[in-house]
């Protein structure tokens, strides 16, 4: 486990779900409070799914935090960088911290105090305690949606592109949850003689 630097009263951002093919856009914030053990926490997708869970209901009992999701509707009027940079300008003012730290390397659109830290998620506990919030919340989605639309393996794959997931998608066509402006899902729906319905 990495040595994360903690900075007590100061908020971090981060996000789950800008790659998949399907499903929302989970954004987080977290404001870790003095003498909050760091030992566990970590970038979410280093850590088990047991072990993000342990994590997620200690920061939910300890911390201040804000999670919001953005649906699919809004990722595909926006593009999912502005959707997400926009979340977490929401969430960030909801908490009203007096400094942020968001990961990545742009600016959420906001007149709070916040810096942008590349690998943010891997080098500030309160950035990695966001990260896991946000994963955890969209898987436990993601295995909501699987029971919906039942086709497409969400439980496993969590909307992202695997190789069953897009044999799916062209044998039963994308389900509502689907981000259609995303390739390959475009590149599908846009092939001549192919038609589905809803």
Same mark, same amino acid.
């Given at each position: 486990m990495p040595n994360l630097i903690h900075l007590p +009263? *100061? =908020? +971090? =951002?981060d996000e789950a779900g800008r790659g998949p093919l399907a499903g929302p856009l989970v954004v987080a914030a977290v404001v870790l409070p003095e003498g909050f053990d760091t030992k566990g926490l970590d970038?979410?997708? %280093?850590l088990t799914p047991e072990k993000r869970e342990r994590q997620a209901r200690r920061i939910k009992h300890d911390a201040v935090w804000c999670l919001e999701v953005v649906e699919v509707e809004e990722i595909e009027r926006r593009n999912i960088l502005r959707a997400s940079l926009n979340?977490? =300008?929401? *969430? /960030?003012e /909801? /908490?009203?911290?007096?400094r942020s730290l968001v990961d990545g390397n742009q /600016? #959420? #659109?906001t007149k709070l105090n916040v810096e942008a830290? *590349? %690998?943010g998620d891997g080098k500030f506990a309160c950035i990695a305690a966001a990260s896991i919030l946000a994963k955890t919340e969209r898987d436990r989605i993601m295995c909501e949606? =699987? +029971?919906?639309y039942p086709n497409y393996g969400f439980e496993v794959n969590f909307g992202y592109g695997t190789p069953e997931h897009l044999a799916a998608i062209r044998e039963h066509g994308p389900c509502a949850i689907h981000r259609r402006t995303f390739s390959p899902i475009a590149d599908i729906l846009n092939q001549p003689c192919l038609t589905f319905d809803d």
């Open positions: +009263g *100061v =908020a +971090g =951002a970038d979410s997708k %280093k979340a977490m =300008a929401r *969430v /960030l /909801l /908490l009203c911290p007096t /600016l #959420p #659109p830290v *590349v %690998k949606y =699987a +029971g919906e």
